[in-house]
């Protein structure tokens, strides 16, 4: 992102998979047209399910450099990503995105595989339950239960981070607000990727960037937060949309997001709070970057040097606890 950060470099189990007519039209214009070709399929007849099928085909990787674990926690089911040479004392819990209606863990196992082998870290992907078969607060519960269970484990807090990305990103915001507001042990820090803090849509970027976002728009994002939330839900809530929590004694953040969102503001205004708020919390702005960028480490440079970046931070907060334990 700055002009004195290393070039990333692909590693060889993330070979760039443009074609060359992709490779012609621009590396993000190539990524729009695949994530476009998918939403452009979809039409009034197409079931949920075929939404959720055509997301995961999305990205699907052909190969995987790390090691798959399925394991149920606390009820909730989860898998183990862990990459060659991976700490296992140090954990980062990945909230997938989605709108809270697709996307799943086999959507974002391979970000997740990313992210372990640049922080050096496991990670415990959260199949949380989706709307609307199953809406607010039924996410915010699984993650409950998994943070409970994984502290079961005889795994202390503070060799725990999370993470996720958009309504994810959100999630883990909510959570880290529930235990904070619970009196619990709040994690070691915390990673978001286009988050989705405020589901009012209110932010300024739904108008500043909306010719400059090529996927969402507010009326999609409205139907989402409707669909997630019922007829009775608050969409102003602080465990719903985090933007309208007070922010007090939360663990350091980064936050990552693309120039081109309308999602934009979500971050960007949810960092400047949370700065007032005494968080030493990061906001990292990747100019002409799309939603989720990261999610295209083949395909983008900007993404692998993201994912470079999210892995700093998390060896910065979750190494040197398990250096203090020693052998």
């Known amino acids: 992102m700055s002009a004195d950060a290393p070039t990333a470099q692909p590693s060889p189990a993330l070979t760039p998979a443009l074609s060359q007519g992709e490779r ?93 082998a640049e922080s050096g870290c ?67 820090a915390a990673v978001l990727m286009s988050a989705w803090t405020d589901l009012t849509a209110s932010g300024k970027s739904y108008e500043t960037r909306a010719s400059a976002d090529p996927i969402h728009q507010r009326p999609m994002i409205v139907a989402m937060a409707r669909n997630y939330l019922g007829t009775a839900g608050d969409a102003k809530h602080p465990y719903v949309s985090p933007q309208f929590a007070s922010l007090e004694n939360l663990p350091p953040l980064l936050a990552q997001v693309g120039d081109r969102e309308t999602v934009l503001s979500d971050t960007t205004d949810f960092i400047d709070k949370a700065k007032a708020a005494g968080v030493d919390a990061r906001a990292e702005v990747w100019p002409d970057m799309i939603h989720v960028f990261q999610q295209f480490p083949r395909e983008l440079p900007q993404a692998r040097e993201a994912l470079q970046s999210i892995g700093a931070f998390l060896r910065q907060h979750l190494s040197s606890k398990s250096q203090e334990e020693g052998p």
């Open 24 to 116: 012609e039209q621009g590396p993000v214009e190539a990524v729009i047209a695949r994530v476009k070709a998918v939403y452009g399929s979809w039409g009034r007849g197409t079931t949920l399910q075929k939404m959720r099928d055509d997301w995961d085909a999305l990205f699907a990787a052909p190969e995987l450099a790390a090691t798959v674990q399925s394991v149920d926690a606390g009820g909730v089911p989860c898998e183990w990503i862990t990459a060659p040479g991976a700490d296992a004392t140090t954990t980062v819990i990945y909230f997938h995105g989605g709108g809270f209606q697709v996307g799943s863990l086999a959507s974002h196992r391979e970000l997740m595989a990313c992210i372990s």
């Open 122 to 188: 496991r990670l415990l992907g959260v199949g949380y339950r989706l709307a609307p078969e199953h809406r607010y607060p039924a996410a915010l519960d699984d993650a409950r239960a998994v943070w409970e269970w994984l502290l079961s484990q005889r795994i202390a807090a503070d060799h725990i981070a999370l993470a996720g990305d958009s309504a994810g990103a959100g999630l883990a915001l909510s959570l880290l607000v529930f235990l904070r507001d619970a009196g619990q042990p709040l994690p070691a």
